[in-house]
């Protein structure tokens, strides 16, 4: 496509030199007033319930309700080069459901096309027009909302100040850093009114400082304008940062969903004991269970002991999980523990030790070759402990938990 065209979508009076790439452009910004090109009945900060909901790319229907001015994250395990973006197409009408509902607000919006659902997405796959300066991409959202004139230039520097954009009005999108990137997405989404607002990996890429400062902004805005936010993301941290309720989803099904309490502390598989808790893993076999502990011949060699999960019986296959925190080493000070002393205990030699400020990571390798992960508090150590230090590995039965074996990674 060559020679010099005029874009026309809708009556915002944007224009388009074209280019022999402008096709992409086109597609961007359809795909966008289709996001954005409704006039919401819905009032920011509803709630929104996925029930049931099934996609050609699902291994199970997902269910999940979110509160009015909560921010949910969903951790998602899925492969993303099996379904990029599934959760996220799912909610904005882009991927037909197979099977269940959507509601927003009690509306069901499960038949509604993309752009009349009053769900805003904020992704990585959403860009900003490159030949709008942040300003201008702003007030397109208001334009489509048929924003009268009058209104336009003060509602665009109120979402401008919203995100700490003032200084960057004038900037075209190539010229900014990948926070302010973010965050003129979302002021772009926000001037859209939408009920729900999505966030699809936004974290992704960013650096230490600049994830701090979305997320201290996001907070600061969902409490101010009770807006409900749904966190997707791949990363457990941002998870926890975000958001009181958490659902580990893979592959478009729900794992689990409770607090960060529920799934460290109470997880209900290996999966996500190792997912939200960093547990180690062990594959064993079942020898008794009696009031609820199970004991195990591990294959790495010794039997332990940990909280049986419900459906465990003698001789099914196991994953016993063992957070780092739940783990003492006892260092033997140069020399091998005799079958006697180990009983109860993993031999374990130390591979590194590594202060983090808060705790000491420490990486030991059994003696079938199997690396556990052991954090300790700071001054945990003895005098002398270095790489090649022989340990004793121990845990408290009621520290560890027992699952029937998935054979998944985490």
Excluded at 288 to 293: A, F, K, L, P, W
Excluded at 361 to 378: A, C, K, Q, S, Y
Aim: charged share 20%.
């Amino acid at each position: 496509m060559t020679g010099e065209q005029t874009l026309h979508p809708g009556a915002t009076g944007i224009h388009l030199n074209a280019r022999p790439c402008l096709w992409f452009h086109m597609l961007m910004m359809t795909r966008h007033t289709l996001m954005t090109s409704h006039k919401p009945s819905e009032q920011a900060g509803s709630s929104l319930s996925v029930i049931n909901a099934t996609t050609p790319y699902s291994c199970a229907p997902l269910t999940f309700s979110m509160h009015r001015g909560e921010c949910l994250a969903l951790f998602d395990l899925s492969d993303p080069a099996r379904a990029p973006g599934l959760l996220t197409d799912m909610l904005a009408g882009y991927l037909p459901l197979l099977s269940g509902q959507i509601t927003v607000a009690g509306k069901d919006i499960t038949a509604r096309p993309p752009g009349k659902r009053s769900i805003g997405i904020v992704s990585h796959r959403e860009v900003l027009f490159d030949h709008l300066t942040v300003r201008e991409n702003v007030a397109f959202s208001l334009r489509v909302r048929r924003v009268a004139p009058s209104d336009l230039r003060r509602l665009t520097n109120e979402h401008l100040a919203l995100l700490g954009l003032d200084s960057l009005a004038d900037l075209f999108p190539p010229a900014l850093s990948d926070g302010q990137y973010i965050r003129t997405s979302l002021a772009r989404v926000l001037a859209s009114d939408p009920a729900i607002i999505v966030l699809d990996n936004i974290f992704a890429g960013l650096n230490a400082e600049t994830r701090r400062d979305i997320h201290l902004r996001l907070t600061r805005l969902r409490r101010a304008r009770a807006l409900s936010l749904l966190l997707i993301t791949r990363d457990r941290s941002d998870a926890l940062t975000a958001a009181l309720r958490i659902g580990v989803v893979a592959d478009g099904a729900m794992l689990q969903l409770g607090t960060a309490s529920d799934l460290i502390e109470r997880p209900v598989s290996s999966r996500i004991a190792r997912s939200m808790g960093n547990a180690n893993s062990l594959v064993g076999i079942v020898l008794s269970v009696e009031d609820d502990i199970a004991r195990v011949r591990l294959a790495c060699g010794g039997e332990m002991e940990a909280i049986a999960d419900p459906a465990l019986k003698g001789g099914n296959l196991t994953d016993l999980c063992v957070r780092p925190g739940q783990i003492a080493p006892l260092f033997q000070r140069g020399r091998d523990a005799s079958p006697e002393e180990s009983h109860g205990y993993l031999s374990a030699s130390l591979l590194e030790a590594v202060h983090l400020g808060d705790f000491i990571f420490l990486r030991f390798r059994l003696e079938d070759g199997t690396e556990m992960i052991v954090h300790r508090p700071p001054g945990g150590l003895g005098p002398g402990i270095s790489a090649g230090s022989p340990a004793l590995l121990a845990w408290r039965a009621e520290n560890a938990l027992a699952f029937p074996s998935d054979g998944k990674p985490g």
